[in-house]
């Protein structure tokens, strides 16, 4: 039978390389004491553009007994970011590229009774050939997830098929009547013998439902099936029943290997008009999308740390999640097929493709992983294959990559749609939209571009393409709870404006039956290195929650009172407690039928909850005292409060600073300091380079790209605008907002409209 050993401990690490650090005699004097999980940039991967980036070591020494000598043993690694080397007593077992997946070295012909020796190197420098390339998130370095060693008979399931388990459950038919399970079991020895392959499932009590026998050969792959009548499905986070699969090798009077594979049975469909089908019942998909880092940690979390995670969506009410934008740790997989989530999962093929790799090796490669390794995972209902890689043009080769990505999925795993999330200026008419199974789109309608109310662009899209299942891979804002404001503006990144757009936004998704499903960008605020905004870098603030997962956003009450079935009220702007305005609106989110408003302990009204999505009452002109208790009541006894006090002028805390206004596109360039503020437009003429243009096709010009530099010197040559190339330089604009004015635009075609194309 198999063992594992968790290797978690003891770690000698430095964050440097050298070959002599490779050998069994290095010396350790500068190295220092780690446990994994263990990343490098715990403490630089949240705080600003430069953290570091290269090769690092990581050593430690195992005590081998001659039992386990005599059996195979393999090394497991669940994730080492973002390439890594293993060496074990001096032998370099491979290379592995990519950070999110497991992935195993045999060792057992290298392994010696006693000390043995294994050396890890993990690098996280950008490598054009190994996804993803650039994002905006932090590539946190290091092993960052378990380290095992695994101990199992000769005989066993095959633990080197792209870090997979070996063992596949296929649902081949899920009705409400009946289920038809085929396991496909991948069994190695070193020599060639023949066994007995049993499958069982058991319910949650433990009753035994169905088995099977089956001889058969190692070195196969075989398929052994299970039958169940009148199922007790797996209903999403309603009921997330799960059934225990166990499928075990015997040989002669014994048990060689066994694994239990938990199995929610299911069966579902999206449908272009109606949205999604879950056991033949509509189900809204009401989502959130996740990053795995946290403050001080970033991507070394343990378990409690994802528990605390998915707790706190299924606390919002979330029925579904998208796990961007890479594989997650398979714990927080096991975690969704217990409480029911939804989940998209996807590789990190995001933002710029390879012009190094043009048939997309390792998006190959790491999507072989994803869907291997996470098969089984009852929760996973898409494979997305790629996230805003348009982001840089029209270029054939990244679509004929996403092409072959998506046939994989179909040729890994037949019973799941694929996907993939559009960058928002993908147009209607596309070919893009009509690629994967089930499409979704990241908009940014009341931030980036446009306002909150844009977002009815999903009925323009929907008449244009009736055919394609829709929906919203990403949509949100900035909110830092510092600011705050009584008139709520885009990019003034208050707690207020960061409420009501997503308020605006969910008003017109909510009726919108069309619509598969939606996911808030972010459920909590992440690393991303290459931002400075809102006085803040190195970070994302677009969460429902804070990076450090203590405080939660007025959005967060917004949309568990749209989607909670637990009593919810909550008084909006809590934090904004120093107003200069004696009179003002008292928001309340809740989904109670009535709120009854109290003022320093006087009744002042009752409201019936009449909004949209059933989720907010606003009791309006409500006057304050120098100090003020605002007490909100529901029909049901439920009450929240919040206290305000009255100050002579605007409190400056609470207001942007103008050295902090800055969009994320303000972070590419630098103003030049002799611009002509007073610039006027002049007439474009298409047959010349203008702002109209991409960056990427003023760029590939020599004569444009000097015209450019000469007013804009070093923005064509910074790395964070390399995954942006494909936008026209007007686009581009519009994210920075007031950073760059129109006049500045003015100036730059009045240079380009010099070169003809």
């Known amino acids: 039978m198999r063992t594992i050993y968790n290797l978690n401990d003891n770690w000698s690490f430095i964050r440097d390389y050298k070959e002599e650090y490779l050998a069994k005699d290095a010396n350790l004097d500068e190295f220092k004491v780690v446990t994994v999980p263990h990343t490098y940039n715990d ?39 973002l390439e890594s080397d293993v060496y074990f007593n001096g032998t370099h077992l491979g290379h592995h ?6 992935f195993r070295y045999e060792v057992s012909e290298l392994a010696n009774e006693g000390d043995n020796l294994v050396v890890v190197v993990a690098d996280n420098t950008y490598n054009d050939t190994v996804y993803p390339l650039m994002a905006d998130f932090t590539f946190y370095g290091g092993i960052y997830r378990n380290v095992n060693l695994v101990e199992v008979n000769d005989i066993h399931f095959n633990l080197l098929d792209d870090g997979c388990k070996g063992v596949f459950v296929k649902q081949t038919t899920v009705t409400d009547d009946a289920a038809h399970l085929d396991i496909t079991c991948d069994i190695v020895s070193k020599e060639n013998v023949k066994v007995r392959l049993k499958a069982e499932i058991f319910d949650e009590d433990g009753s035994l439902l169905d088995y099977n026998y089956k001889e058969v050969e190692t070195n196969s792959k075989n398929v052994i099936s299970l039958d169940v009548t009148n199922p007790h499905l797996w209903q999403g986070v309603e009921d997330p029943y799960l059934h225990e699969v166990v499928v075990s090798i015997e040989y002669f009077n014994g048990v060689v290997d066994s694994l239990t594979i938990p199995t929610g049975l299911r069966y579902f469909k999206f449908d272009s008009q109606k949205g999604f089908f879950l056991n033949g019942k509509h189900m809204r998909l009401n989502g959130v999308s996740r990053h795995q880092d946290r403050d001080g940690k970033g991507w070394a979390i343990n378990e409690d740390d994802m528990l605390e995670d998915a707790l ?15 594989q997650h740790n398979d714990y927080f997989y096991q975690l969704c097929d217990e409480i029911g989530f939804v989940l998209w999962a996807e590789i990190p093929f995001i933002s710029k493709a390879s012009v190094e790799d043009l048939e997309g090796t390792n998006a190959i490669s790491q999507m072989k992983e994803l869907v291997k390794q996470n098969y089984n995972h009852s929760s996973i209902f898409c494979w997305g294959v790629q996230n805003e890689i348009q982001i840089a043009g029209e270029i054939e080769s ?25 960058v928002m200026m993908v147009p209607n008419e596309s070919r893009w939209n009509n690629l994967t199974d089930i499409l979704g789109f990241n908009k940014y309608y009341g931030w980036y571009v446009g306002k909150a109310e844009d977002f009815e662009w999903i009925h323009e899209f929907h008449e244009a393409n009736p055919n394609v299942c829709l929906g919203l891979s990403e949509y949100g804002v900035e909110g830092i709870l510092r600011y705050h404001n009584d008139d709520p503006k885009c990019k003034d990144y208050s707690e207020e404006y960061h409420a009501l757009c997503h308020e605006k936004i969910w008003d017109i998704f909510a009726p919108a039956d069309f619509l598969w499903g939606t996911y808030v960008w972010n459920m909590f605020d992440f690393g991303a290195n290459i931002r400075d905004e809102g006085g803040m870098k190195g970070r994302n603030n677009k969460g429902l929650m804070t990076y450090d ?17 637990e009593e919810v009220l909550h008084i909006c702007s809590k934090r904004y407690v120093n107003r200069h305005k004696d009179v003002t609106d008292i928001k309340v989110y809740t989904n109670c039928d009535e709120v009854t408003l109290y003022v320093n302990g006087d009744k002042v009204a009752t409201l019936k909850n009449e909004s949209i999505a059933h989720n907010k009452v606003v009791f309006e002109g409500v ?13 049901t006894g439920v009450k929240d409060v919040a206290k305000f006090v009255l100050v002579d002028e605007p409190y400056a805390d609470y207001i942007l600073p103008d050295d902090g206004k800055k969009g994320p596109a303000a972070n590419w360039f630098s103003m030049p300091e002799d611009m002509n503020v007073n610039a006027e437009a002049i007439e474009i003429n298409h047959d010349y380079f203008s702002t109209y243009d991409s960056i990427q096709t003023i760029s590939d010009n020599e004569a444009a790209a000097a015209a450019f530099n000469a007013v804009m010197p070093g923005m064509l040559g910074n790395p964070a605008l390399s995954m942006v190339k494909g936008m026209k330089l007007r686009d581009l604009a519009e994210m920075a907002g007031d950073q760059f004015p129109e006049a500045l635009l003015n100036v730059i075609d009045a240079a380009l409209q010099k070169v003809k194309k």
């Open 43 to 81: 403490v630089d991967g949240a705080c600003g553009f430069e953290f570091f980036r290269g090769k690092t070591v990581y050593r430690r020494n195992i005590e081998l007994t001659a039992a386990m000598v005599d059996n195979r043993l393999y090394l497991e690694f669940e994730g080492v970011s």
């Open 97 to 102: 590229a990519g950070g999110f997946s497991t």
């Open 312 to 326: 706190l969506i299924k606390e919002l009410g979330a029925n579904s999640i998208r796990l961007a934008h890479y």
């Open 398 to 422: 990244t679509y004929q990559i996403c092409s072959k990505l998506n046939d994989l999925c179909h040729e890994l795993d037949d019973t799941r749609p694929t996907t993939m999330a559009n």
């Open 549 to 565: 997962r203590k405080l939660k956003k007025d959005a967060y009450y917004m949309y568990q009172a749209a989607w909670s079935k």
């Open 623 to 635: 006057k304050l005292a120098k100090e003020t208790k605002i007490e909100v009541v529901s029909n």
